[in-house]
C-alpha cells in the first residue's frame, strides 16, 4: 500500500549572493614615441638639414571597454518577495509571473527558480517543477533545499530511484535532516523494504522523538501489516503529540 503523505516543500528566501558593483571602464594605455637626436659630429658644428622628417606620435586606436550590465538587485529580491506573498495567498499563476520577472533580470537568480518550483509543484506542474529544481542544482549544487523539493516533486511523479537519491543527498549535507529519513523511509515501505523502512523511521524520531509524521506513518505501517500491538503505542504516540483532533484524521486514514 502506498504510505505517501500530505508534502510540505521548502521555500525560497531574498537572495543576497546578486552583485550590484558596476564594472570600472580602463582605457588602454599608448605610449608615444619619444623622438632622438640625431648625432653630430661635435668637431665640426653643422646644421641639421631642413628636410629632416619631424618625428610624430603613431595613432594608436583605444580599444572601448565592453560593460557589463549592472543587475538591480532590489528589483530581482522584489519579485521574489512578491511571489513568495502570492504563494501564501494561495494564486499561483501570479506567483509564477514574478518569479520569472526575477529571472529575466537575473537568470541565476537560485531563490526565483526555488519559489518559482515551489508554485509550479502546488498547482500540480511536476515537471516543470523538477525543470526549476534542476537549474537551482547546476547554479548552487550544495542547496539542500533545492534536492529536498525535487525529491517530493518525484514522489509525486512516482519516480522512486529518483526520489531515493534526492533524498540521500539531503541526508549526505546534513545528517540530521529527520524529514529527509522520514521519507526515505516512506519510499522503502512503498517498496515493502520494511526493514530499511522502519531504521529511517527511528533515525528520523531520534533525530526528533516528537516528529508526528514519523509516528503517523509507522503506525499506519503496522496496521496495513495487521500488527495492532504495535501500530497502539504509535497511535498513541501520535495523538500525544499533534492532539486529539488530528486522531480523527489518522484514524479514518487507516
Do not use: C, K, W
Not at 668637431?43 to 618625428?55: A, D, K, L, V, W
Not at 494561495?90 to 518559482?116: F, H, Q, V
Not at 534542476?134 to 539542500?144: A, H, K, N, S
Amino acid at each position: 500500500s502506498n504510505l505517501t503523505p500530505s508534502a510540505t516543500l521548502r521555500g525560497a528566501i531574498v537572495p543576497t549572493r546578486i552583485s550590484t558593483d558596476t564594472p570600472t571602464a580602463t582605457s588602454t594605455a599608448t605610449d608615444t614615441p619619444t623622438p632622438t637626436s640625431t648625432p653630430t659630429d661635435t668637431s665640426t658644428p653643422t646644421t641639421t638639414p631642413s628636410n629632416t622628417p619631424t618625428p610624430t606620435a603613431t595613432d594608436t586606436e583605444t580599444p572601448t571597454p565592453t560593460l557589463t550590465p549592472t543587475i538591480n538587485q532590489t528589483q530581482v529580491a522584489d519579485n521574489i518577495d512578491t511571489g513568495d506573498t502570492f504563494i501564501d495567498l494561495g494564486s499561483l499563476d501570479r506567483a509564477i509571473e514574478s518569479y520569472t520577472a526575477a529571472i529575466e533580470l537575473d537568470p541565476e537568480a537560485t531563490d526565483a527558480y526555488l519559489g518559482r518550483g515551489l508554485a509550479f509543484y502546488r498547482s500540480g506542474q511536476y515537471e516543470p517543477a523538477i525543470e526549476d529544481f534542476d537549474t537551482v542544482i547546476e547554479l548552487e549544487p550544495d542547496y539542500i533545499d533545492a534536492y529536498f523539493n525535487r525529491g517530493l516533486t518525484h514522489m509525486e511523479l512516482v519516480n522512486a530511484e529518483e526520489a531515493f537519491n534526492d533524498f540521500t543527498t539531503v541526508t549526505d549535507f546534513d545528517p540530521e535532516d529527520y524529514e529527509a529519513y522520514y521519507y526515505l523511509a516512506i519510499l522503502h515501505f512503498d517498496e515493502d523494504e520494511s526493514d530499511e523502512g522502519l531504521e529511517n523511521i527511528e533515525i528520523a524520531l531520534e533525530l526528533n522523538p516528537r516528529f508526528e509524521e514519523a509516528f503517523a506513518a509507522r503506525a499506519m505501517y503496522y496496521y496495513l501489516n495487521e500488527d495492532y500491538e504495535n501500530a497502539l503505542p504509535d497511535l498513541e504516540s501520535y495523538v500525544n503529540i499533534a492532539g486529539t483532533d488530528a486522531s480523527e484524521d489518522l484514524v479514518n486514514l487507516l
